[in-house]
């Protein structure tokens, strides 16, 4: 037999083959499994038809059959032009199959054109780098062998006895290796037993502060339980009574299930409200019912107090409790009384003056009215004190504000606007100063007397 030598296969045929014949031979075994599978669905579909026309004759041919010969001619006229259009749609789908094919296997081969260019791009930037490298590397294994030589030559003159004595060094050398090896493995269990002790150490330190807590807590708790003096008692009722007469409130009743709070403020509001629903470590985060009653012996409640009493019902039942702390809500209720208490003691001032009339305008507003009577020179004037009254966010404090008003209700015609700025002067934003303003407004019109001109 004769050897059959096969053709040596360069890399550029071994890239060609790579990046053009094999996808040509994909295509083309790709086109001929899709022939095969469209050639046998045809065959199944012509024996379909077939045996659905011998089992039942279509009725184009049976039209046919019977149709005279003018009619048959048109028939079949009409069946050459349905063998073209099919042979023409048949020729148009496989054109554009294989167009298709085309289309596909020219995509793939672009993407390897791409491809082969990115390469070349990277395989140059390696060329570079290998063109900088290579040569110093070269130079460097040249001198590599030379030293080998070289070394070797050396050892090759050295003595037996020189040798002898190489090697009792490099026993030496390994006996101390070891050495150093036990005293790292010395230095090493030293140290795990120094981490030992430490952890130890901490163990102690954590559990000597445990039972310093512990003794600390079972002092509380003795403390607790033991028993309280009469001076004890006394120093607490002592500290209670300084406390409410610092503060004006007094506990009334508590109780613990519910946990409700009864309290008294200077003798005149109670105040019935839950704790746990205000902002407390056990807050229950929902309002709970909340009341605040007048004790006081005025009946019926003069006009100002009931506006301050009703405002400060207001504000506690449209107070976030959970977002209120119970000193807050205290502080609401007893900087609304005192602001109630001084107004009242304003209009009482201002009683002694002279006729004095008071009426809620709104929820938030007060209007104090005065009337000095100038019988001499036949005038009423009529000073209006404008109250409002304002609570802060969360339970702030009750704030109030003055706004002045004169008018001539008859007489003379004094300057209204000079009044008015003759009783701010004076009057405060509480009303402190409202009887002296009224006082030194009606000794002014009493000098004045009637306006010049007037008869």
């Known amino acids: ?163 002898e004595e190489l090697d009792a060094a490099r026993e030496r050398l390994v006996e101390v290796d070891e050495e150093l090896d036990a005293k790292r493995l010395l230095l090493q269990s030293l140290e795990e037993e120094s981490q030992i002790l430490a952890s130890t150490e901490e163990t102690l330190i954590d559990a000597r502060t445990e039972y310093t807590a512990a003794i600390a807590s079972a002092d509380k708790v003795r403390d607790s339980c033991r028993s309280i003096s009469i001076d004890e008692i006394a120093a607490l009722r002592d500290n209670i009574t300084a406390l409410e007469a610092t503060h004006h409130w007094h506990v009334d009743a508590a109780s613990s299930h519910p946990t409700t709070l009864t309290m008294t403020y200077a003798s005149a509001l109670q105040l019935f409200f839950h704790p746990t629903a205000f902002n407390t470590r056990i807050s229950t985060g929902q309002n709970a019912p909340i009341g605040l009653t007048y004790l006081g012996s005025a009946d019926p409640l003069p006009t100002t107090l009931r506006f301050f009493l009703q405002l400060i019902r207001a504000a506690l039942q449209a107070l976030p409790q959970a977002e209120t702390t119970v000193p807050q809500l205290l502080k609401l209720v007893s900087s609304g009384w005192e602001a ?29 009215s005065s009337f000095i009577l100038l019988p001499k020179v036949k005038t009423k004037v009529r000073v209006d004190f404008e109250v409002s009254a304002t609570v802060g966010e969360n339970g702030g404090e009750v704030s109030v504000g003055t706004e002045v008003g004169c008018k001539v209700v008859y007489g003379e015609p004094y300057d209204e606007t000079k009044m008015k700025d003759a009783i701010e002067s004076k009057a405060g934003e509480m009303g402190e100063g409202w009887a002296d303003a009224v006082r030194d407004l009606r000794e002014k019109l009493l000098v004045r007397g009637k306006k010049v001109g007037r008869k």
């Open 340 to 368: 109630a208490r001084r107004i009242a003691e304003s209009e009482r001032r201002l009683g002694i003056e002279g006729l004095t009339a008071t009426r809620i305008l709104a929820d938030d507003k007060l209007q104090v």
């Open 1 to 163: 037999s004769t050897d059959v030598l096969e053709p040596e296969v360069t890399l550029a045929a071994a890239v060609i083959a790579a990046a053009c014949t094999e996808p040509e031979k994909e295509l083309f075994s790709h086109a001929c499994h899709e022939l095969k599978r469209y050639i046998h669905e045809g065959k199944g579909a012509i024996k379909e038809l077939e045996a659905e026309t011998f089992r039942e004759t279509p009725p184009l041919l049976q039209a046919y059959m019977s149709a005279g010969s003018s009619r048959k001619a048109v028939i079949d006229a009409q069946l050459r032009d349905i063998k073209t259009h099919a042979r023409l749609r048949s020729k148009e789908m496989w054109y554009g199959w294989r167009g298709q094919l085309l289309e596909e296997l020219m995509h793939v081969l672009h993407g390897i054109a791409e491809g082969l260019l990115r390469d070349d791009e990277v395989l140059l930037e390696k060329e570079e780098i290998i063109a900088e490298v290579l040569p110093g590397m070269l130079e460097q294994r040249d001198g590599l062998e030379i030293e080998a030589a070289r070394l070797q030559e050396a050892a090759n003159a050295v003595s037996p006895e020189e040798k």
